[in-house]
């Protein structure tokens, strides 16, 4: 039988009137946020910075990933363990890193579920999937940006998942485009997290405001 993937739509934002929109429109399975993002919306200092995460949860009933700041193990368990215990969907973002392995390793053994982030190769997303991760994170953007092709990794992680029974899920990221999102459809990548602006553009398309512009006019014709 074949399986089934309703593919998870997360959206790629540290910014709250964002997420409530996407929320809003009924299509949102959960949200990722990164450093770079938090420092985008201007937050600031580890108490408003775990409140944060804390007024997502508030808003969408889905993942949260909260990524740690640490690169050593001891310290990432430390922070680990303090976002994971902010709310329960949260999901602590650790880096592909020697240290951050291990780390998904600890966390996993203590249930506590994971996404490993800046995966730009097979070969990490296999060390990923060994320790356990719940999620990995794919940059298909930036793999783009390098030359190289981004959709074509999601496609390869798709077989070796599928080859090995691996229960990771694929969550492609940093999306740039709508068709970034349909291609990874296509390939049954697990969860795509985007900016709001590629979930809205899903909606475009000029015949559809062609067909819509003539079926107003037609109605109004017809019934002065
Ligand atoms: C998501 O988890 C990543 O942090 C994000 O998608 C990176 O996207 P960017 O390459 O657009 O910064």
């Avoid at 420092?39 to 949260?64: P, S």
């Avoid at 190769?121 to 320790?131: D, W």
């Amino acid at each position: 039988m074949q399986k089934v993937n309703h593919m998870k739509f997360f959206i790629d934002t540290a910014n709250l009137d964002q997420i409530r929109e996407a929320n809003d429109l009924g299509v949102l399975d959960g949200v990722t946020t990164n450093p770079s993002l938090m420092a985008k919306e201007g937050i600031t200092g580890k108490n408003n910075i775990l409140k944060h995460y804390v007024d997502i949860c508030n808003i969408v009933d889905g993942d949260v990933s909260a990524e740690v700041i640490a690169t050593t193990f001891d310290e990432m368990i430390r922070e680990g363990e303090e976002l994971a215990e902010l709310h329960k969907n949260i999901v602590v973002k650790v880096p592909m890193i020697k240290d951050g392995i291990k780390a998904i390793r600890y966390f996993t053994n203590k249930g506590i579920r994971t996404n490993c982030t800046l995966v730009f190769s097979s070969g990490q997303a296999i060390l990923a999937a060994k320790a356990g991760a719940t999620y990995v994170s794919p940059f298909i953007g930036r793999i783009d940006d390098s030359n190289w092709d981004g959709i074509d990794l999601i496609d390869q992680m798709r077989t070796i998942y599928d080859n090995c029974g691996f229960e990771t899920q694929i969550l492609a990221a940093s999306v740039r485009t709508p068709l970034h999102i349909v291609k990874c459809a296509e390939i049954g990548a697990d969860v795509v997290t985007c900016p709001l602006s590629s979930i809205m553009g899903l909606l475009k398309h000029p015949l559809t405001d062609i067909g819509l512009a003539q079926f107003l006019a037609d109605y109004k014709k017809a019934n002065g």
